[in-house]
């Protein structure tokens, strides 16, 4: 999921302190989201996809069978 984080907020060209603005975390947060060191909490991950306009599927790297 660390890529993914990443891949979506650069895809929406917006920085790790306005994503962190946007769901009300540190941006230090978010930093460890992207490299691994910490995972947000569910609703964080449901605020990410909308915020990112994809799916939690889409965020967790998940694939459909």
């Known amino acids: 999921m660390k ?3 990443r891949e979506f907020r650069e895809r ?3 920085s790790q302190d306005e994503v962190s ?3 009300g975390v540190n941006r230090t ?3 460890k989201w ?3 060191a ?3 909490r569910l ?3 449901v605020e990410l996809a909308k915020l990112f306009r994809c799916s ?3 965020l967790l790297g998940l694939k459909s069978k």
Request: hydrophobic share 40%; no cysteine; charged share 40%.
């Open 3 to 5: 890529n993914k984080i």
């Open 12 to 14: 929406r060209d917006l």
């Open 21 to 23: 603005k946007i769901l």
């Open 29 to 31: 947060a978010v930093a």
């Open 34 to 36: 992207e490299t691994g």
């Open 38 to 40: 910490n995972k947000p």
């Open 43 to 45: 609703d964080k991950i």
């Open 56 to 58: 939690v599927d889409d």
